[in-house]
Structures are given as C-alpha cells and as structure tokens.
C-alpha cells in the first residue's frame, strides 16, 4: 500500500477544485458567506468542510474515499478495521462497551478509568466490577491493576463479558499488557483497550507497543492527541473474533452525528500518513529533542522529572509543599502552557517534530525557578489512601440508580452515603469517587486538598448529590 496516498482529503480537495455550486448544507456554502472578521482563520477549512454529496462518501456506510481512507488505516496500525471518529476517544469508548456488553451483564473495569468509560458502563446498564490499579510510589500516582488482581477478579466473575483496561496512563506509563490480554482471552472474554494517549505507539520502537500488536480486541486512540489530526479526530481500531464489527458500526452511527465533519475525517487521513511515511532519522531526531527537552526542563532543586515508557511525555513531580498548579501558573504567564496540571504533577507533551523555542523554555525554568520562593506551601495530600479494596462493585446498580431520590449535603454530611454523581478532577477526567460508590472520609479529605490545590472539580461548592 502507497501510505503517502490520502484518499479522502484528495477526494475532497479535487471536489474543491472543480468549483462546485451549493444548494445544499452546511450554511457556509463552501465557504462563500462568512464572517469576515473570522474568514482569515476558517477560509481554508471551509473549503473541505463539505457534506454527504455524491462522490464525497457516507461514513456511517461508508464505501468509496472514506472506506479506502479506513481501510489504509487498517493495514498501518495492523487493524482488522478501521473506523474513523469524530467524537473524540469518548465516542469510541462508549461504542465500544456498547457493542460488547447489555444492560445487567458485568464487566470488569480499570478502576481510574477516563470518565468516557463510566459514562459508558452507565449508558449500557452494565454491573462493573472494578479493579483497583496499584500506586506507583516511583511516579506518585495509581498507575495500573496488576496481573495478580485482574487474575482475582476473573476468577471471581467468570461471567464478566469484557474487561476494559487503559495504556498507557496520560503521562505515557504503559505496563506489562500482553499477559493481561492473554490471561483474559483464556476466559474467552475481548479486552476493550482505552488507548487515547498511544496513536503513535505504532512508530515502533522506540516507542512501546501498542495494545493492538499485543492481541486487544478493540483499541481506541485519540489521533488528536499525539498524531498531527484536529480536535475529536479518532481511531477505533479492531481484531477480534469476538466482538461483531456490524454491532460496533451501529453504536457508532448511535453516537456519533449524522453530519460527521469532513475536515475531521480529512486529518485523520493525514495523521495515518504522517506516521506511516515517518522515516527512522525522524524519529530519532524528535527523540532527541525531547531528551534536549526534558534536560532544559531539569531543575532538582524544586521538582524531579519522572521516569516514562514514552520519550515524548515529560512530567515534573513537584518537591513535597509546591502546588504544582502555582508552577504551571507561572510557567503560562511565560506562554508555556503545559498540558495538564494535578495537585503535584505537570505534564509536558513534546510533539512528533523537534522543538524549536529552547531560549524561551530554558528562560522560563530559570525565571520559574527563581520566583518559586515567594509561593505558598500546602500540605500533602494522602493520596495512596483513595482506593482501599482491589475489587469493587457499585452499592446499587444503575438502573436502581436511576430510580433513586437523591439531595444536595456538604461534602461532609456525605461520608457514608452513596454518591449521586462522580467526582472528577479535570483533568485528567479519573474520578475520586464513583457514581453509585460509598462515600468515605478518605475520598473527601483527598477531594478538600485537590480544591486548595487549585485543582479543577465540579463540587467546588464543597456540596455533593447523594442518594436518599
Ligand atoms: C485516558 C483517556 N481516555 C479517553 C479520553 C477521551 O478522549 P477524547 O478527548 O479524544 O474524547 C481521554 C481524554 O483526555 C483520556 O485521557
């Protein structure tokens, strides 16, 4: 296959070309009527941004440009199929618990999940059984459920339909996958693969493997996140005997718009053949920049930088006292915006291209560092406390959920009650508490320290909706 071939943009582009009258939406009209103030920025992706016209394809049933656009995506990411997203990971992690699961059947689950997962589980009706992912004390975080708990829960409930699991975690920590696959398949059960943050995992070494090459049944990847796509732009990766690709078509056709973008879909095009036609010397040149990165980025005397298993996520771990949010403030007044701020972490994404604004950068880390002693000091936060036992299950099932009274308490008046909502700091979007889970004193001491930390939850009125 020609991967420097991009079927569905080319289609689009040549449709461009060829001057086309529109009688038809979107309301742009290709771009003829349009703010003028904004038209500098939009004018040349209205020009893509076209609908289902003859030629142009249907990606609910897809055939021509997008099918081939697909099925290239399939042959470089070793995908049985292919779909193309347009709602982001969320929509391929709700399809793909959707298309494996029916309301009551159980499934168990990575206990720090993306909240697109619970929201999946809540969606099908699902009875979860989570797994509880070990606390890393080497990077300070829960980072996976070890081979030992997974073996305990499938042992336990041997009627699960699918296990969902995440790899690597938002600061690239992947684990030893492969065993857990395998171990699940013994149960014959499909292991549902959240891999929002691994689309460039299929670069090779010296990047990890991607679940997919490890036997997952259905990867998702967020090409947005790490891959030159836009915003939303998605993969839903299969290779499973089973779990039906005609069930998962229709909850995608369930979840996703009837009028998907084409830009969208165009820069997924062009994401797969970015990384299908990156050559070894361009790897290696943005994984040295990254090293450059990460050594302009050390500065010990205020954080560590911890270890990764993807070259190109650097995370700062801040000396115990500094918020890390009060770092990462200072850091944006300098236009550096990091990509993602916990109550002690900072994540900083290098891109797939070598970064060119090292004076700044190096500027920065001197002028942070010398402004760091005029910050507050905070208080640890017990963190390893948050989850207590290695198998969960819900104190009521959804659907008694949903038939449920619930009030408004403080978040104190809560403790013992079983929370009406989750509580999610964003991002990384992991709940500390889940919906239909019993509240506990741990969960809201964890939660009071993450709002004087600056970290961003809904309950910042210190109120919580529980169940009557
Ligand atoms: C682990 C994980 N899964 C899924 C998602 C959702 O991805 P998207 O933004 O592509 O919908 C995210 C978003 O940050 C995530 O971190």
């Not at 461009?16 to 009688?23: A, E």
């Not at 929509?91 to 309301?103: E, K, Y």
């Not at 993306?114 to 699902?126: A, D, F, I, T």
């Not at 991002?427 to 939660?447: A, F, N, S």
Request: glycine share 4%.
């Amino acid at each position: 296959m020609n991967h420097r071939h991009t079927p569905l943009f080319q289609t689009l582009a040549h449709f461009h070309n060829s001057g086309p009258i529109s009688f038809h939406v979107p309301g742009h009209k290709n771009g003829l009527l349009f703010p003028a103030n904004a038209r500098e920025f939009f004018d040349s992706i209205l020009k893509l941004d076209m609908t289902e016209l003859p030629g142009l394809d249907d990606l609910h049933a897809p055939t021509e440009a997008i099918a081939e656009a697909e099925s290239m995506a399939a042959d470089f990411f070793q995908a049985d199929h292919t779909f193309f997203l347009v709602g982001g990971s969320t929509a391929g992690n709700l399809a793909m618990i959707l298309a494996t699961c029916s309301a009551g059947d159980k499934v168990i689950v990575q206990r720090n999940s993306h909240k697109s997962v619970m929201n999946g589980l809540e969606l099908s009706g699902v009875r979860p059984v989570f797994i509880a992912p070990e606390y890393d004390h080497a990077v300070d975080r829960y980072t996976n459920p070890s081979l030992n708990t997974l073996r305990k829960a499938l042992h336990q409930h041997l009627d699960a339909k699918a296990v969902v699991l995440t790899y690597p975690d938002y600061f690239g920590k992947t684990y030893a996958i492969k065993q857990m696959i395998d171990e699940v398949h013994t149960y014959d059960m499909p292991v549902l693969m959240d891999e929002a943050h691994g689309v460039h995992f299929s670069l090779g070494s010296p990047f990890p493997p991607s679940a997919l090459n490890l036997g997952a049944d259905v990867v998702v990847q967020s090409a947005h996140k790490m891959a030159p796509a836009m915003t939303m732009a998605s993969f839903l990766h299969m290779k499973s005997e089973l779990v039906s690709k005609e069930r998962m078509a229709r909850f995608l056709q369930m979840i996703q718009s009837s009028s998907p973008s084409y830009p969208l879909l165009a820069s997924l095009d062009i994401a797969r053949m970015f990384l299908a036609t990156m050559e070894a010397e361009d790897v290696y040149n943005i994984t040295h920049s990254a090293s450059t990165v990460r050594e302009i980025l050390h500065a010990p005397d205020n954080w560590e930088i911890l270890p990764t298993d993807d070259p190109l996520k650097i995370t700062l771990h801040m000396k115990s006292g500094i918020a890390a949010k009060d770092i990462a403030y200072l850091f944006e007044r300098r236009n550096i915006y990091p990509e993602l701020v916990t109550h002690n972490q900072i994540l900083f994404i290098h891109g797939l291209t070598p970064f060119a604004n090292v004076y700044p950068l190096k500027n920065a880390v001197k002028s942070v560092g010398d402004q760091l002693k005029n910050l507050d000091n905070h208080a640890t936060i017990e963190i390893t406390k948050l989850i207590t036992q290695d198998i969960q299950e819900l104190a009521l099932s959804y659907q008694e959920m949903n038939q449920s009274p619930y009030k408004q308490v403080s978040l104190h008046e809560g403790i013992g009650h079983i929370a009406a909502e989750a509580v999610i700091p964003y991002p990384p979007g992991i709940p500390v508490i889940l919906k239909g889970e019993q509240i506990t004193r741990p969960h809201i001491k964890i939660i009071e320290n993450l709002i004087e930390r600056g970290v961003n939850i809904q309950q910042k009125d210190l109120s919580i909706r529980v169940y009557t």
